[in-house]
Nanobody
Framework: VQLQAFGGGLVQARGSLRLSCASS????????MAWFRQAPGKEREFVSAIGWSDISTYYADSVKGRFTISRDIAKNTVYLQMNSLKPEDTAVYYC????????????????WGQGTLVTVSS
């Protein structure tokens, strides 16, 4: 497994969670990093991405203003801070690493974590 995503769990609506994505094999600062999610019965969708320089970030309209992507180079970890969570945020969240930038397309990302489940109760 090249990427490991963790930090998911059960949270009430309007609560917060922070997801982490780490790797013992990849130097994540050399990759564009992204988060995708897949809700039950739905296709995987883009959530957020960050470029190598950390200057450019992208967010899906549905999470803009509530989620923040960032990276800690020293810890070789990428985070997704999720605030004001809604029941519709319930999904398995995947982190991904790629060489193409800017892109929000899943097929552009080369490496994927195993996913971490986020459940938001109303």
């Amino acid at each position: 497994v090249q990427l490991q995503a963790f930090g998911g769990g059960l949270v009430q609506a309007r609560g917060s969670l922070r997801l982490s994505c780490a790797s013992s094999q990849l130097t994540l600062r050399t990759y564009a990093m992204a988060w995708f999610r897949q809700a039950p019965g739905k296709e995987r969708e883009f959530v957020s991405a960050i470029g190598w320089s950390d200057i450019s970030t992208y967010y899906a309209d549905s999470v803009k203003g509530r989620f923040t992507i960032s990276r800690d180079i020293a810890k070789n970890t990428v985070y997704l801070q999720m605030n004001s969570l809604k029941p519709e945020d319930t999904a398995v969240y995947y982190c991904a690493a790629g060489r193409s930038w800017p892109t929000t397309a899943a097929y552009e990302y080369l490496y994927w974590g195993q996913g971490t489940l986020v459940t938001v109760s109303s």
